[in-house]
C-alpha cells in the first residue's frame, strides 16, 4: 500500500526546484491577477502548479513559490500541509483520493478502500483517504487524479482501474447508468410536454 499523507519523515530529498517557462509563464499569469501587494492570494494556484509540473510537491518546491510569494516559507507549508490536494510525497501514476465521510461511508466506501489500498503498488496506484469531494449525492467517491468516478461499487471500481492499468481512459462520472446527478435509468418527473 503506497498510503500519502502530510508526514514528512520518509519523502525523498530533493535538492533544487524551479518552474519551466511553461509553468513560469503561467504562475505569472495567476500573479498578475492580483494587485499589488496581495500576490500570496496566488499561494494555491502556484503550488498546483509546482505539483503539476514535478508530480508532487518537495519541499523545495514550496520554498520557491514562497519566494515568488514573498511569503514566509511556514505559511506556504501551512497550505500545502493543509489541503488533501497537495502531495507532500511521491505518487503514483494515478493516485487515488477515496471519500469515507459519512454519505460515501454510508454507501459502502470501506469497501472501495480496501479495494483501493489493495491495488495501490506506489507506481501505477497510490492512495489516500480523505474528506467529502463534494459529490455526495452519487457516493461512494473516488477522485483519480482531476476526475471524479462516482456511484461505484467493487465491481465498477475495478472495471475502472484495470481500464487505466491498461493504459485506457475510462469514462469519468457516475459508473451506473445516470446523468450527473439525475435518477438511474432516466427522468422519473415532469416528464410531460
Ligand atoms: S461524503 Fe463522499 S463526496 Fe461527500
Given amino acids: 500500500m503506497s498510503m500519502i499523507t502530510a508526514d514528512p519523515k520518509d519523502v525523498p530529498q530533493v535538492e533544487k526546484f524551479a518552474f519551466d517557462a511553461e ?12 494587485p499589488q501587494g496581495r500576490q500570496a492570494s496566488a499561494v494555491i494556484g502556484l503550488l498546483d502548479l509546482a ?17 515568488l510569494l514573498d511569503m514566509a516559507p511556514i505559511r506556504v507549508y501551512e497550505i500545502a500541509t493543509f489541503y488533501t490536494m497537495f502531495q507532500l510525497r ?11 465521510t459519512t454519505p460515501c461511508w454510508l454507501r459502502g466506501s470501506e469497501a472501495i478502500m480496501k479495494a483501493c489500498e489493495a491495488a495501490a503498488d506506489g507506481e501505477t496506484f497510490s492512495v ?7 459529490a455526495c ?11 471524479f468516478f ?3 461499487d467493487e465491481a465498477s471500481l475495478k472495471r ?25 435509468g432516466g427522468p422519473t418527473t415532469l416528464r410531460s410536454e
Avoid at 475502472?160 to 438511474?184: H, I
Wanted: some cysteine.
Fill in 137 to 147: 449525492v452519487n457516493a461512494p467517491v473516488v477522485q483519480i487524479n482531476d476526475d
Fill in 51 to 67: 505539483q503539476r509540473q514535478h508530480g508532487w510537491l518537495p519541499r523545495v518546491a514550496m520554498n520557491e513559490v514562497a519566494r
Fill in 23 to 34: 509553468h513560469l509563464a503561467k504562475a505569472n499569469e495567476l500573479i498578475a491577477n492580483y
Fill in 128 to 134: 489516500q483517504e480523505v474528506e467529502c469531494l463534494g
Fill in 150 to 152: 462516482e456511484d461505484l
Fill in 90 to 100: 511521491p505518487k503514483g501514476k494515478h493516485h487515488l483520493q477515496v471519500c469515507t
Fill in 160 to 184: 475502472v482501474l484495470d481500464a487505466l492499468k491498461r493504459g485506457e481512459n475510462p469514462k469519468p462520472g457516475p459508473q451506473v447508468d445516470r446523468v450527473n446527478s439525475a435518477p438511474e
